[in-house]
């Protein structure tokens, strides 16, 4: 027999049996741009076991795709499939140990308390949190029993298997398990089948992703109760929430309690009635009163931003606090934003009170008739806007129903909005470095599901958006579907002290606004074309940033925005004079200086000052007078003594001038 022969019955004999060897390969790229190869479709720890098994044992999860998603590790991949496992060095690993850890929160409920029903368990920033439906509150005590049984389970280590059933036969489960909620949720998904995932002899309805074994997840705390209504509506059952957290390791876990004990300490909340600057009342809900204190450090951020505005070529203007509702309907806002805005009516007419400038700043754009020549066209506006924020979600200075803003829109050709983000992110990094706030992060938040315009400009706009931060050089994440409902955005998270994020700043790019007001300039082909309009803040809400920054700087602002700068104290009343004579001469150079006369000791005078964060506190006694000097004790502990008053004045005036972060004597 020929070799030819033997070869054609060897693939005869192949093809009849379907024979392995026959398959297509199914290549699944690594971060390395190397492949592994395989005759099936793997799941992502097939791959991993593949690679090694120590990383098997480490594997959590896996992104895919280049998609921040993280998906289950139990997952089947398909050829070309490019993967990044995820383990538990990964920062995304603790979304997989904190969804895991949800469900092993609900089985030790259970499992102490078979009555109470479970419905959803998400993971949320810093942790994660399960609503119950219990007939009884749980209280202190109740939460110490469920983290003990939790540890109680975590030492099982019990493994997390993934089943998939029929519609039918999950709701047959589930409501012989009296788990209404859960059957409620099946029906709303509308998906012939399920997944299901395992711990020993329980079970709950997710689609992932969740760990190995119980055991990866490594520390657990639960943290504290709060009462919720099932899927947000107050129409529908109370439950009991419960939240949690859970981390990679206990030394994370002890970092993250520490943080948060830090945290009350920063609350804005306490710290701006501590220090006097803000007063709220019943009678103006979520509408906080700035005190003469609280009052100097806001208009000290505006006085900063209008210098910066005069730098950076934006004019300021002052717009209506009341419009008829028919700018809003034409904005688009009616439709997108009504339960947020505030309706009033004048007469027989359906008027809003003003909850953003940018349909007012629209309409004084078309005022009048634009040359390219006039463009960009940037105006700014500290106009006053009032949202109807629910009551339930108000939150100090963070979240208020009355707020400034610094708001600016740029009407710019297409030709100008490279240049124009350039500038934005020049102008926002200028302020945040000049406010300590070096550490923040951009994310390119793209369309959401309810929005205006066409598939075709929001292309357009996204595209834009990416390929200015691209070719500025600035790392990005993309953060799909959180885009203003008429643009996809850049959003500014500012990383604060705590290693919190902030969205302050943002830089939004508008096609469909101005195609709604008809605005247009003539070009230099004398035919008309629409503007693009960039919506853009850096602090964003003035109230909601002085929150942050309070808590930021634990109460401690640079001497430029500290209320009191200066306060001078006396040791005896033999040098009353020489205080009042150095307070004046403070006041007459600019500088917020107290002389704080009482009869009190000095220390007790030097604890109050601390308190209340005064940047500087002088000392007046015998050696000060006859020298004509000053003794300085700064809010660290530090003390210099005998200082020139004069040279002291100028250097104090030099700092504040020029905003400095730090103190001409040192750090504060």
């Known amino acids: 027999m020929t070799h030819k022969k033997r070869f054609n019955l060897l693939y005869v004999y192949l093809l009849r049996f379907d024979s392995p060897f026959l398959m297509s390969s199914v290549r699944i790229y690594l971060p390395d741009n190397s492949y592994k190869e395989f005759d099936f479709e793997p799941t992502v720890l097939q791959v991993a076991e593949s690679i090694g098994s120590r990383l098997a044992k480490d594997t959590l999860g896996a992104q895919i795709d280049g998609g921040s998603e993280v998906v289950d590790l139990r997952t089947p991949l398909k050829d070309g499939t490019k993967l990044s496992i995820v383990t538990k060095g990964s920062p995304e690993s603790l979304e997989v140990i904190r969804h895991s850890a949800a469900h092993l929160m609900a089985q030790a409920v259970q499992e102490i308390w078979p009555e109470v029903k479970v419905t959803i368990g998400p993971v949320i920033d810093n942790g994660f949190f399960y609503d119950f439906d219990s007939p009884f509150p749980f209280t202190p005590e109740d939460l110490k029993k469920i983290e003990k049984k939790m540890n109680h389970l975590l030492k099982k280590n019990e493994p997390v298997v993934k089943e998939v059933w029929s519609q039918a036969k999950a709701i047959e489960v589930f409501s012989e398990m009296k788990e209404n909620f859960k059957v409620e949720i099946i029906k709303d998904l509308g998906e012939d089948e399920v997944s299901i995932y395992k711990q020993g002899e329980w079970f709950d309805l997710c689609r992932g992703p ?21 899927r947000g509506d107050e129409n529908n059952p109370q439950l009991q929430r419960i939240y949690a957290t859970a981390f990679n390791s206990k030394e994370d876990l002890q970092e993250h309690l520490q943080l948060l004990e830090e945290a009350k300490k920063r609350d804005h909340r306490k710290l701006s009635k501590d220090l006097g600057l803000v007063y709220n009342h019943p009678f103006a809900p979520g509408a906080p009163f700035f005190t003469e204190k609280g009052t100097i450090i806001y208009n000290q951020l505006q006085a900063y931003m209008r210098e910066c505005y005069i730098k950076y070529g934006y004019h300021e203007v002052i717009s209506p606090q009341i419009f008829d509702n028919q700018l809003y309907e034409k904005s688009g806002h009616d439709a997108n934003y009504k339960d947020d805005i505030f309706a009033t009516k004048i007469g027989e007419r359906d008027f809003a009170v003003k909850p953003m400038n940018c349909p007012g700043h629209c309409l004084l754009y078309g005022a009048t008739k634009k040359s390219y020549r006039d463009l960009p066209w940037r105006i700014a506006d500290f106009g006053r806007l009032h949202r109807n924020e629910k009551s339930g979600a108000l939150h100090g200075l963070t979240r208020v129903t009355t707020f400034c803003q610094d708001d600016a829109h740029i009407f710019c050709r297409m030709d100008q909005l490279f240049d124009e983000i ?14 300590g706030m070096s550490n923040y992060k951009i994310f390119l938040s793209t369309r959401p599901e309810k929005r205006m315009g066409s598939d075709e400009i929001w292309d357009e706009a996204e595209a834009v958006l990416e390929k200015a931060v691209k070719e500025l050089d600035l790392p990005y994440t993309i953060n799909e579907g959180d885009g203003a409902f008429y643009g996809p955005k850049l959003d500014i998270m500012f990383v604060d002290a705590l290693k919190r994020p902030w969205q302050l700043g943002t830089m939004q790019a508008d096609f469909n606004m101005p195609k709604n007001f008809e605005l247009k300039y003539v070009g230099e082909d004398n035919a008309n074309h629409q503007p693009v309009m960039l919506h853009r803040a850096i602090l964003g809400s003035l109230e909601r940033f002085i929150g942050v920054y309070l808590e930021h700087t634990a109460g401690r602002l640079p001497t430029w925005l500290a209320p009191t700068q200066v306060v001078v104290m006396n040791i005896t009343s033999n040098h009353d004079s020489y205080c009042r004579e150095l307070t004046e001469l403070l006041a007459e150079q600019g500088v917020r200086a107290h002389y704080d006369d009482r009869n009190e000791k000095l220390g007790f005078k030097i604890r109050e000052a601390q308190l209340q964060k005064i940047p500087f506190m002088i000392t007046v006694g015998d050696k000060e007078v006859s020298d004509n000097a000053v003794s300085v004790r700064l809010l660290n502990g530090k003390n210099i003594n005998g200082i020139d008053k004069h040279e002291f004045i100028k250097n104090l005036c030099s700092e504040i001038k020029e905003r400095k972060l730090t103190t001409h004597l040192g750090d504060n």
């Open 422 to 435: 350039k500038s934005f992110m020049t102008f926002l990094n200028e302020v945040y470095q000049c406010l």
């Open 210 to 230: 969740h760990v190995q074994k119980m055991g990866q997840i490594k520390a657990i705390k639960v943290q504290h109760t709060a009462g919720a209504y099932w």
